[in-house]
């Protein structure tokens, strides 16, 4: 089975994220205009007045032409530019971005792009810019995993963990197998083969006349 998770199956889980939209329609027939899904109640829905809603009902609100996607604060040019400034002066540390980021950013460049409006292309330019910093970093602290020091690997979005998640296996596989030998070859050890476990403590015996 392959270890790796395919790109849609990565969007499949990205799009339980939450993002606003606004909608242009009401649901006076359900309770409080509101919807009951699996995932929780998404609501209310009323004209021109922002909700928040997984991006699975809001793409399919989207093509139905009734609700506009709001572009999420994090993916603005200026929170984007930060982020990537912050990413490059910060070797050791990864920056906190969307744990879906790259998979919420493509899913909304393809069905939200009008909420980007003459920004698009430098939004989806500083999203490029920092996923290759960021995969720099990773491969930088692969490489010195050997060392007593290493780059943390914390805030890493799904597609990066999907990329390293072979190397850490493999690393696993040979930590146990290394492990097992040690232990294997400690139990085999002479002093435990030949060792009668029932026997009695050796002493010197004096004879009597």
């Keep these: 089975m392959d270890p790796l998770l395919s790109p849609y199956e990565l969007e499949f889980f990205a799009e339980d994220e939450i993002v ?11 309770s409080n205009s509101t919807i009951k899904c699996i995932g929780g109640i998404f609501g209310p829905f009323k004209p021109n007045i922002p909700v928040e809603v997984p991006i699975w009902l809001a793409v399919a609100l989207q093509k139905r032409n009734n609700c506009r996607i709001l572009q999420p604060e994090w993916l603005n040019i200026e929170a984007l530019q930060d982020a990537l400034d912050q990413e490059k002066n910060t070797a050791a540390v990864f920056q906190r971005l969307p744990f879906h980021y790259l998979e919420i950013s493509k899913i909304l460049f393809v069905h939200a792009k009008d909420s980007f409006g003459t920004d698009l292309l430098k939004v989806k330019e500083l999203i490029g810019d920092i996923c290759k910093v960021r995969l720099s970093k990773i491969n930088a602290g692969l490489q010195v995993l050997q060392g007593p020091m290493t780059v943390k690997l914390n805030n890493l979005s799904a597609a990066e963990c999907n990329v390293i998640r072979p190397f850490f296996q493999g690393a696993l596989d040979r930590f146990h197998l290394l492990a097992s030998m ?28």
């Excluded at 606003?20 to 027939?29: A, D, E, H, Q």
């Excluded at 403590?201 to 004096?206: D, G, K, N, V």
């Design 20 to 30: 606003k939209i606004v909608p242009n329609f009401s649901l006076p027939t359900f």
């Design 182 to 209: 040690e232990t294997n070859t400690y139990l085999g050890n002479d002093n435990f083969e030949n060792e009668d476990v029932n026997a009695q403590p050796q002493r010197h015996m004096l004879a009597t006349a």
